[in-house]
């Protein structure tokens, strides 16, 4: 059995106030929460154990989950803020001498049996990477001839070190953390100490995807995860009103909205139990009924 720890503590401050008070994890896309579409994906390639490492501030709404819709999931819960690695540092004595971990926000849109595959034939920690077309935006992965990780390069001026930057999922082994534990401090981060301490030693590899990945923590990206090819819009099936006078342009409107005549809305979500009035225009806003 596979261990797998979710990292669901984030919030979506950019996509306030649909997202006020909610982990990201637990908004919708499509009418399905972004951690069960994880959930699902891992579920359909092998036996996984889930773990949740989740916001003290979040333990009703995760508490709720497990109870009324997924109760195959552990929980765990940070009571500070301890970074993306802390909470698996801290606890580190009771982790399991392997297991993944994965920002459990993302929507991943690659080739996950290869990743899975490469992980049980590399026997030091792997960091799961893609390739983009402007590196210079994001933190870049130098790699060598061995696919080791040599060093990150937080947003280089040019392409001479590659193009490849962290998918966010990793399998890494207690053993490689344990030789490097002496020089970690709480709180800590994987992208900032972890990886560059275990990339000094030569205990950090990567493999790299075909695929993209989706954080869907704007306002854009959240429309565009909802979108498909050939369709202008996401209206939730869930009881939802849309006047035939409204116009309704490459905008996501959730359950139980209505919206009236001569609604004009363009580039924007509308939040569930909303009700729009007659002549409003709307552009690339978010709309939330408290």
Same mark, same amino acid.
């Not at 595959?117 to 026997?123: E, I």
């Not at 792997?126 to 937080?154: A, C, H």
């Given at each position: 059995?596979?261990?797998?720890?979710?990292?669901?503590?984030?919030?979506?401050?950019?996509?306030?106030? #649909?997202?006020?008070?909610?982990?990201?994890?637990?908004?919708?896309?499509?009418?399905?929460?972004?951690?069960?579409?994880?959930?699902?994906?891992?579920?359909?390639?092998?036996?996984?154990?889930?773990?949740?490492?989740?916001?003290?501030?979040?333990?009703?709404? %995760?508490?709720?989950?497990?109870?009324?819709?997924?109760?195959?999931?552990?929980?765990? &819960?940070?009571?500070?803020?301890?970074?993306?690695?802390?909470?698996?540092?801290?606890? @580190?004595?009771?982790?399991?001498?392997? &297991?993944?971990?994965?920002?459990?926000?993302?929507?991943?849109?690659?080739?996950?049996?290869? &990743?899975?595959?490469?992980?049980?034939?590399?026997?030091?920690?792997?960091?799961?990477?893609?390739?983009?077309?402007?590196?210079?935006?994001?933190?870049?992965?130098?790699?060598?001839?061995?696919?080791?990780?040599?060093?990150?390069?937080?947003?280089?001026?040019?392409?001479?070190?590659?193009?490849?930057?962290?998918?966010?999922?990793?399998?890494?082994?207690?053993?490689?953390?344990?030789?490097?534990?002496?020089?970690?401090?709480?709180?800590?981060?994987?992208?900032?100490?972890? &990886?560059?301490?275990?990339?000094?030693?030569? @205990?950090?590899?990567?493999?790299?995807?075909?695929?993209?990945? #989706?954080?869907?923590?704007? @306002?854009?990206?959240?429309? =565009?995860?909802?979108?498909?090819?050939?369709?202008?819009? %996401?209206?939730?099936?869930?009881?939802?009103?849309?006047?035939?006078?409204?116009?309704?342009?490459?905008?996501?409107?959730?359950?139980?909205?209505?919206?009236?005549?001569?609604?004009?809305? =363009?580039?924007?979500?509308?939040?569930?139990?909303?009700?729009?009035?007659?002549?409003?225009?709307?552009?690339?806003?978010?709309?939330?009924?408290?």
């Amino acid at each position: 059995m596979n261990e797998i720890y979710l990292l669901v503590g984030g919030e979506a401050t950019r996509l306030q106030p #649909l997202s006020s008070g909610i982990p990201k994890a637990l908004l919708t896309i499509r009418g399905e929460r972004i951690i069960d579409k994880i959930i699902k994906q891992f579920s359909n390639l092998e036996n996984f154990n889930f773990n949740l490492i989740c916001s003290i501030k979040h333990e009703e709404l %995760w508490i709720n989950y497990k109870t009324n819709h997924n109760n195959n999931v552990n929980l765990h &819960f940070e009571k500070s803020k301890l970074d993306t690695a802390g909470y698996i540092i801290e606890n @580190l004595d009771s982790m399991p001498d392997r &297991f993944y971990c994965m920002n459990g926000d993302l929507l991943l849109n690659v080739d996950l049996p290869n &990743f899975i595959d490469a992980s049980s034939q590399c026997s030091n920690s792997l960091i799961g990477s893609f390739e983009v077309e402007d590196p210079t935006r994001y933190g870049v992965l130098e790699i060598d001839q061995e696919s080791k990780v040599t060093q990150f390069i937080e947003k280089p001026k040019d392409k001479s070190y590659g193009n490849k930057i962290s998918l966010g999922l990793y399998h890494l082994y207690k053993k490689d953390i344990l030789s490097i534990h002496n020089n970690l401090e709480i709180p800590c981060s994987f992208e900032r100490q972890v &990886f560059p301490a275990l990339s000094k030693t030569s @205990l950090l590899s990567t493999y790299t995807v075909k695929g993209d990945m #989706l954080d869907v923590g704007t @306002l854009e990206s959240y429309i =565009s995860a909802h979108i498909v090819e050939g369709e202008e819009n %996401w209206v939730s099936p869930n009881n939802v009103q849309v006047s035939e006078s409204a116009i309704v342009k490459n905008s996501v409107i959730l359950d139980n909205c209505i919206i009236e005549d001569n609604v004009t809305i =363009s580039d924007s979500i509308i939040s569930s139990d909303s009700t729009i009035t007659s002549g409003t225009i709307i552009n690339k806003e978010i709309i939330r009924k408290d």
